[in-house]
């Protein structure tokens, strides 16, 4: 992120603050449901949802005839890569996803993020298995990556698939559409298979990635959804970059460096 001041700018206002609270509880609303939320006219709602919105703190999608607001939590992930974890213990981190976990329940989550690369060098980062142990809590995608196919995702570190699934729709490099079985516990086994899909879109020298998990049951765990800000800030550190992203739980499945 080369300008922090939109998503500081945008969190500062106390109504936009609750605009995004109110998509925490429940994503997916339309400009009347969140009219209803505040004391405010349509007009000014929509003012800061724009704000919001070009901070890149919500993402909007049209489901026929309504426009839905989707809160994106990519870019507060990276401010708080940027200008937390370097000071802050992991234990900041821990309390943070527990409360991800106990608070987060929606049946769709919408993520979005710019990454300055071609979409053929991005496509190469999500598909190439070594690539994607970088910034993918360590586990790597098995597959052939034709439409149809199935694959595993599995890490070096940990013996058992970690989660398994089909490949629906193989569209390099800009669509990239799979069905999702999380296996490494039982909680989140008992959740059932659900969707993911990756788009690319290219936008001047950089790429809009826009991740969807979607069908996803009634109150499932936030932990089958959870990990995709850092999943993605890992991504466009080590696109950007070349590093990987070593902030708390990052490389939770990667295998354990050698003692020097």
């Not at 049946?107 to 979005?112: D, G, I, Q």
């Not at 826009?210 to 800030?233: C, F, K, R």
């Not at 992203?245 to 050698?258: E, V």
Request: glycine fraction near 6%; aromatic fraction near 8%; charged fraction near 30%.
């Amino acid at each position: 992120m080369e300008d922090d001041d939109p998503i500081f700018k945008a969190l500062a206002d106390p109504t936009r603050r609750l605009l995004l609270d109110r998509l925490f509880e429940r994503d997916g609303r339309t400009l009347g449901e969140l009219v209803a939320e505040v004391t405010m006219t349509r007009f000014g709602v929509m003012k800061h949802l724009r704000v919001l919105e070009d901070a890149g703190l919500i993402v909007t999608r049209r489901s026929g005839r309504e426009k839905l607001h989707h809160l994106n939590p990519v870019p507060i992930r990276l401010v708080h890569d940027r200008w937390v974890s370097k000071f802050a213990e992991p234990w900041v981190a821990a309390l943070s996803g527990l409360k991800h976990e106990l608070e987060a329940r929606t049946m769709e989550r919408v993520f979005e993020i710019y990454i300055k690369a071609t979409p053929e060098r991005l496509w190469d980062a999500i598909t190439d298995p070594e690539k994607r142990r970088i910034f993918h809590f360590g586990v790597g995608i098995v597959t052939d990556w034709t439409a149809g196919s199935r694959y595993e995702a599995r890490s070096v570190a940990v013996p058992d698939l970690l989660w398994e699934g089909e490949n629906l729709e193989v569209e390099p490099p800009r669509r990239l559409v799979q069905s999702f079985h999380a296996l490494w516990s039982e909680e989140v086994r008992a959740a059932g298979v659900s969707r993911v899909t990756w788009q690319i879109d290219p936008v001047g020298d950089s790429c809009r990635l826009l991740v969807t998990h979607d069908e996803l049951p009634e109150g499932a765990d936030a932990q089958l959804y959870g990990g995709w800000p850092m999943v993605l800030s890992g991504l466009k550190t080590y696109l950007e970059t070349g590093e990987a992203l070593t902030t708390p739980g990052s490389l939770r499945y990667a295998a354990p460096r050698a003692n020097r």
